[in-house]
C-alpha cells in the first residue's frame, strides 16, 4: 500500500521488547483494579485510596486553589473527582478533562426481595443498564453493595468473590424441556421478573412453631447472625449481583483480557494512572469518574449532575475568572469503549469504520443511533488537534463507529459536557461482549488508551 493510503497499524506487529513488556505489565495492574472495583462504590473506593498514595487531599467547597495543588473529590462514595491544579492561566488554557465512568451493567436486588416457594428461597432483582439478560442465568453470581441498618451504621457486603465464599444464582432451563422457550425471540426467552436469585434450600428446623419452619427463616436466621441484617435493612440497601468471575488472559498468547465490568473501568483505570503518572504540571487537568451512565447519566452522582459545573465554579473563583472563559477554553476525552469488530458477527458492522482489537486507542467522533441521534459530533479541528498530538506523541490510534447505521448505536457521557461550550470526542478501548458478563478486551488497547490520556495531559 503505498504511503498515501491509511492503514490501521497493528499495535503488537510494530512492538518491540519494550513496548511489549510494557503493555503485558501495566495489564497486570489494570486486572487488579477491575477484580477489586466491580461496582462504581467499590472502584471509587479504590481510587481514592490510590489517590491519597499520589499526594491528593480532599477538596472542599471554598478552598482556595493554586497551581501545585492536587485534590479530589469524594461524592458519596460513587462518584470521584481528581483535579491537579496547573501553571498555566485557566482562564486561556481552560481544563484538561478525561472523563470515564465506573458503573456496568448488573443485576439489583429489590427493595422488598426475599420471598420463598416450593421449598426455595429467592431474591426478587431489577436488572441495571442494557443487559441480555440470558446471559446472566446458569453462571455464578457474587453479592456485592450497601446496607444501611435501622440505626444509621453503613454494612458494606461482599460475598461470592473469596474461594470459601458461596455464589449466588438464577436458573435456567434444560435443553431437554426448553422447547417452548427456544421458540421465543432470544431477548424474550427470559423476563426480568424472571431473574430470581437463588438464595437458599434448608428450611429451619429449630422454629418453635411450623409456620416459621421455612427456607425463608432460616435465610433471615443466617443474615442476621452473620452479619445483624434484618429483612427491614433491605428497605435501606443498595445490594447488587455481578459475576464472580476473575480477570484472566485470554488465549495462549495471552494477549486479551477476559473481566467483568470492562465497560467502562477499562477507560477509568488509564484515566486515573495517566493523572497520577504524568509529572509535567502546566495544564489543569480534571479526571473525573462518573457514575449511572449506564441509565442516562442521572442523579447525583451521573454526570448530568450541576456537580461538574460546580467544580468548575471553585476553580474559577480561586482564580479570579469566570466559568465560562475556563469552558470555552477546556477540551475533553469522554473515555469510554466502543464495540470491537468481531469476526464472528461480521454483519453488524461496517469493517472500514470499526474498531479492530489490538490496532490502537478507539476514537469515535460521533455515537447515537441511526442519524447521530443523541450525539456529540466532534468538529473536525478538535479530531485534528488530537490526531497531531498522538502521532507526535507515538500514540497508536483508530477510529471506529458503534456498527452499522441503522442497526444499532450507543451514547456516552460527551454529549452532556459538550453541552457546557467544551469540545468533546469519545475516545477508549474496543470491547468484545460488551455488556455480557464476561466481556474481553486487548491488553495493547488498553495501553494505547494510558498513553493517550498521558500525552493529552502533557
Same mark, same amino acid.
Given at each position: 500500500? *503505498?504511503?498515501?493510503?491509511?492503514?490501521?497499524?497493528?499495535?503488537?506487529?510494530?512492538?518491540?521488547?519494550?513496548?511489549?513488556?510494557?503493555?503485558?505489565?501495566?495489564?497486570?495492574?489494570?486486572?487488579?483494579?477491575?477484580?477489586?472495583?466491580?461496582?462504581?462504590?467499590?472502584?471509587?473506593?479504590?481510587?481514592?485510596?490510590?489517590?491519597?498514595?499520589?499526594?491528593?487531599?480532599?477538596?472542599?467547597?471554598?478552598?482556595?486553589?493554586?497551581?501545585?495543588?492536587?485534590?479530589?473529590?469524594?461524592?458519596?462514595?460513587?462518584?470521584?473527582?481528581?483535579?491537579?491544579?496547573?501553571?498555566?492561566?485557566?482562564?486561556?488554557?481552560?481544563?484538561?478533562?478525561?472523563?470515564?465512568?465506573?458503573?456496568?451493567?448488573?443485576?439489583?436486588?429489590?427493595?422488598?426481595?426475599?420471598?420463598?416457594?416450593?421449598?426455595?428461597?429467592?431474591?426478587?432483582?431489577?436488572?441495571?443498564?442494557?443487559?441480555?439478560?440470558?446471559?446472566?442465568?446458569?453462571?455464578?453470581?457474587?453479592?456485592?453493595?450497601?446496607?444501611? %441498618?435501622?440505626?444509621?451504621?453503613?454494612?458494606? #457486603?461482599?460475598?461470592?468473590?473469596?474461594?470459601?465464599?458461596?455464589?449466588?444464582?438464577?436458573?435456567? %432451563?434444560?435443553?431437554?424441556?426448553?422447547?417452548?422457550?427456544?421458540?421465543?425471540?432470544?431477548?424474550?426467552?427470559?423476563?426480568?421478573?424472571?431473574? =430470581?436469585?437463588?438464595?437458599?434450600?434448608?428450611?429451619?428446623?429449630?422454629?418453635?412453631?411450623?409456620?416459621?419452619?421455612?427456607?425463608?427463616?432460616?435465610?433471615?436466621?443466617?443474615?442476621?447472625?452473620?452479619?445483624?441484617?434484618?429483612?427491614?435493612?433491605?428497605?435501606?440497601?443498595?445490594?447488587?449481583?455481578?459475576?464472580?468471575?476473575?480477570?484472566?488472559?485470554?488465549?495462549?498468547?495471552?494477549?486479551?483480557?477476559?473481566?467483568?465490568?470492562?465497560?467502562?473501568?477499562?477507560?477509568?483505570?488509564?484515566?486515573?494512572?495517566?493523572?497520577?503518572?504524568?509529572?509535567? =504540571?502546566?495544564?489543569?487537568?480534571?479526571?473525573?469518574?462518573?457514575?449511572?451512565?449506564?441509565?442516562?447519566?442521572?442523579?447525583?452522582?451521573?454526570?448530568?449532575?450541576?456537580?461538574?459545573?460546580?467544580?468548575?465554579?471553585?476553580?474559577?473563583?480561586?482564580?479570579?475568572?469566570?466559568?465560562?472563559?475556563?469552558?470555552?477554553?477546556?477540551?475533553?476525552?469522554?473515555?469510554?469503549?466502543?464495540?470491537?469488530?468481531?469476526?464472528?458477527?461480521?454483519?453488524?458492522?461496517?469493517?472500514? =469504520?470499526?474498531?479492530?482489537?489490538?490496532?490502537?486507542?478507539?476514537?469515535?467522533?460521533?455515537?447515537?443511533?441511526?442519524?447521530?441521534?443523541?450525539?456529540?459530533?466532534?468538529?473536525?479541528?478538535?479530531?485534528?488537534?488530537?490526531?497531531?498530538?498522538?502521532?507526535?506523541?507515538?500514540?497508536?490510534?483508530?477510529?471506529?463507529?458503534?456498527?452499522?447505521?441503522?442497526?444499532?448505536?450507543?451514547?456516552? #457521557?460527551?454529549?452532556?459536557?459538550?453541552?457546557?461550550?467544551?469540545?468533546?470526542?469519545?475516545?477508549? #478501548?474496543?470491547?468484545?461482549?460488551?455488556? *455480557?458478563?464476561?466481556?474481553?478486551?486487548?491488553?495493547?488497547?488498553?495501553?494505547?488508551?494510558?498513553?493517550?490520556?498521558?500525552?493529552?495531559?502533557?
Amino acid at each position: 500500500m *503505498s504511503e498515501l493510503a491509511y492503514k490501521r497499524t497493528n499495535v503488537y506487529e510494530v512492538a518491540d521488547e519494550k513496548l511489549m513488556k510494557a503493555i503485558f505489565d501495566y495489564a497486570e495492574g489494570y486486572k487488579t483494579f477491575i477484580d477489586e472495583g466491580k461496582t462504581e462504590r467499590e472502584a471509587c473506593a479504590y481510587v481514592v485510596e490510590a489517590a491519597k498514595k499520589a499526594g491528593y487531599k480532599p477538596f472542599e467547597f471554598g478552598m482556595k486553589l493554586k497551581a501545585g495543588d492536587k485534590v479530589y473529590y469524594d461524592n458519596r462514595g460513587k462518584n470521584v473527582y481528581l483535579l491537579k491544579i496547573g501553571t498555566a492561566d485557566v482562564a486561556k488554557d481552560g481544563v484538561r478533562i478525561i472523563a470515564s465512568h465506573i458503573d456496568s451493567p448488573r443485576i439489583d436486588l429489590k427493595q422488598v426481595p426475599l420471598y420463598e416457594t416450593d421449598g426455595i428461597a429467592f431474591g426478587k432483582t431489577h436488572y441495571y443498564g442494557g443487559i441480555r439478560k440470558y446471559q446472566w442465568a446458569a453462571i455464578p453470581l457474587a453479592l456485592h453493595g450497601t446496607v444501611v %441498618l435501622a440505626n444509621g451504621e453503613a454494612l458494606n #457486603v461482599k460475598i461470592g468473590e473469596d474461594e470459601a465464599d458461596p455464589v449466588f444464582y438464577i436458573s435456567d %432451563l434444560l435443553p431437554h424441556l426448553a422447547a417452548k422457550q427456544n421458540a421465543k425471540p432470544l431477548g424474550e426467552a427470559i423476563g426480568g421478573e424472571d431473574l =430470581n436469585i437463588w438464595f437458599g434450600n434448608v428450611p429451619y428446623t429449630a422454629a418453635e412453631n411450623d409456620k416459621d419452619k421455612t427456607v425463608k427463616e432460616n435465610l433471615l436466621k443466617i443474615l442476621n447472625e452473620k452479619y445483624g441484617i434484618t429483612e427491614a435493612d433491605f428497605l435501606s440497601a443498595e445490594l447488587s449481583l455481578v459475576p464472580s468471575f476473575k480477570a484472566k488472559d485470554i488465549g495462549f498468547d495471552r494477549a486479551l483480557i477476559g473481566a467483568y465490568g470492562h465497560d467502562d473501568r477499562v477507560c477509568s483505570y488509564p484515566a486515573y494512572t495517566a493523572l497520577f503518572d504524568e509529572e509535567s =504540571n502546566e495544564h489543569t487537568v480534571m479526571v473525573i469518574l462518573a457514575d449511572k451512565e449506564e441509565i442516562g447519566s442521572e442523579g447525583t452522582t451521573g454526570m448530568q449532575c450541576a456537580l461538574f459545573t460546580d467544580l468548575i465554579d471553585e476553580i474559577a473563583a480561586s482564580f479570579g475568572v469566570t466559568s465560562a472563559a475556563i469552558r470555552a477554553h477546556s477540551m475533553c476525552l469522554s473515555a469510554d469503549v466502543n464495540a470491537g469488530y468481531d469476526p464472528n458477527y461480521p454483519e453488524v458492522c461496517e469493517k472500514l =469504520n470499526s474498531a479492530y482489537l489490538s490496532h490502537g486507542a478507539g476514537i469515535t467522533k460521533f455515537t447515537g443511533a441511526r442519524g447521530k441521534s443523541g450525539s456529540n459530533d466532534a468538529n473536525a479541528e478538535y479530531v485534528g488537534y488530537l490526531r497531531k498530538l498522538f502521532d507526535e506523541n507515538g500514540v497508536i490510534w483508530q477510529t471506529g463507529e458503534m456498527g452499522r447505521v441503522d442497526v444499532g448505536g450507543g451514547g456516552t #457521557v460527551a454529549k452532556y459536557i459538550a453541552n457546557m461550550n467544551i469540545d468533546t470526542i469519545d475516545i477508549g #478501548v474496543p470491547v468484545i461482549s460488551m455488556h *455480557s458478563p464476561y466481556e474481553v478486551i486487548s491488553k495493547a488497547d488498553l495501553y494505547e488508551n494510558y498513553l493517550a490520556f498521558r500525552a493529552f495531559i502533557k
